[in-house]
C-alpha cells in the first residue's frame, strides 16, 4: 500500500521558517517526480514545487521561487519543502504527492496523495 505522509506544518510568524516533511512508502518512485501542492480555504488546489525523484531537478511557482526550496533524499524516501521568508497568503494545507513523468503543474494527474499538513503564518 502506498503511503505518502506530511509533517512539519504549523503556526509561524511573518518572515519566519518551516519546513515540510514527505516520507514515501509502499513503492519505489525512481522515474516518478515528487510535488507540493497547497490549497487555502476557499482557493483551489495550486501548484507549489516538485522535484524529478532520480535526477532532482526543480521546479517552482513563481510565487515561491526564491523563498522554498525542494529536495529529496532517496535513502530515507523523504521529499522535503523549506519555505522560509514567509508570508500571511502562504497559509494553507500543504499536500505532497506523486506522479509519472508528465505536467508536473497538474494536480490532476498525480496518482498519490498525502493527507496534508496545516500550515498558517500570522502577520
Known amino acids: 500500500q502506498v503511503q505518502l505522509v506530511e509533517s512539519g506544518g504549523g503556526l509561524v510568524q511573518a518572515g519566519g521558517s518551516l519546513r515540510l516533511s514527505c516520507v514515501v512508502s509502499?513503492?519505489?518512485?525512481?522515474?516518478?517526480?515528487m510535488g507540493w501542492f497547497r490549497q487555502a480555504p476557499g482557493k483551489e488546489r495550486e501548484f507549489v514545487a516538485a522535484?524529478?525523484?532520480?535526477?532532482?531537478?526543480?521546479y517552482y511557482a513563481d510565487s515561491v521561487k526564491g523563498r522554498f526550496t525542494i529536495s529529496r533524499d532517496t535513502a530515507k524516501n523523504t521529499v522535503y519543502l523549506q519555505m522560509n521568508s514567509l508570508k500571511p497568503e502562504d497559509t494553507a494545507v500543504y499536500y505532497c504527492?506523486?506522479?509519472?513523468?508528465?505536467?508536473?503543474?497538474?494536480?490532476?494527474?498525480?496518482?498519490?496523495w498525502g493527507q496534508g499538513t496545516q500550515v498558517t503564518v500570522s502577520s
Open positions: 509502499g513503492r519505489t518512485f525512481s522515474t516518478y517526480f
Open positions: 504527492a506523486a506522479r509519472p513523468p508528465g505536467p508536473i503543474r497538474n494536480g490532476a494527474a498525480y496518482d498519490y
Open positions: 522535484v524529478s525523484w532520480s535526477a532532482g531537478s526543480t
